[in-house]
């Protein structure tokens, strides 16, 4: 498609997003689409709605969240559940976690492994991709510990939020 053909496409949806965000999201869900592909798992509209609801979303979603920005009666609440796990374990989405411990999946922050730096104030969340998961897991597997996996996630308060308003 054409920039000015997105572009007027945009315009009628009404859509609050950049043409460059527009394109990003789009190429997110297109690769993500490949990767379920490769492995196995079947493209069906209820995994590609949830896939493009995660790729316009700025920052990680729960499954509730996710559940909540698709048009109603596109599927219940445990599907979406057991497909975020599904797309965790085959890493087409990046899985994060609240302070609070609730499971958040991500999309737009791009593919591959990779942490979160969220605001406690106002939620806003950046790709963090430091990680020393590695070690951790070494110190597990020298437990004896098999399957390893980490969630490291860091939480402060961003410069918009600081300063007492
Ligand atoms: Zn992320
Ligand atoms: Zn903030
Ligand atoms: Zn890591």
């Known amino acids: 498609m054409a920039n000015d053909e997105v572009y007027s496409c945009l315009q009628e949806m009404n859509f609050p997003m950049s043409i460059e965000g527009f394109i990003m999201a789009n190429s997110?869900?297109?690769?993500?689409?490949?990767?379920?592909q490769k492995s196995g798992l079947?493209?069906?509209k209820q995994r590609k709605a949830m896939l493009e609801v995660l790729a316009k979303a700025e920052n990680p979603l729960s499954a509730e969240e996710t559940h909540s920005k698709l048009?109603?009666?596109t599927c219940d609440l445990v599907t979406v559940y057991r497909s975020l796990e599904q797309f965790e374990r085959i890493g087409?989405?990046?899985?994060g976690v609240r302070e609070n411990g609730t499971k958040v999946y991500c999309l737009s922050h791009g593919h591959g492994h990779h942490h979160h730096l969220t605001c406690r104030a106002c939620g806003r969340t950046e790709r963090v991709d430091l990680c020393i998961g590695e070690e951790?897991?070494?110190v597990g597997r020298s437990y004896g510990f098999t399957d390893l996996s980490h969630v490291m996630e860091v939480f402060g308060t961003c410069p918009e939020c600081q300063g007492g308003s």
């Open 28 to 36: 997110l869900v297109d690769q993500s689409l490949n990767n379920l």
């Open 42 to 44: 079947r493209l069906t």
């Open 71 to 73: 048009e109603s009666a």
């Open 92 to 95: 087409v989405v990046q899985l």
């Open 136 to 138: 951790l897991e070494d």
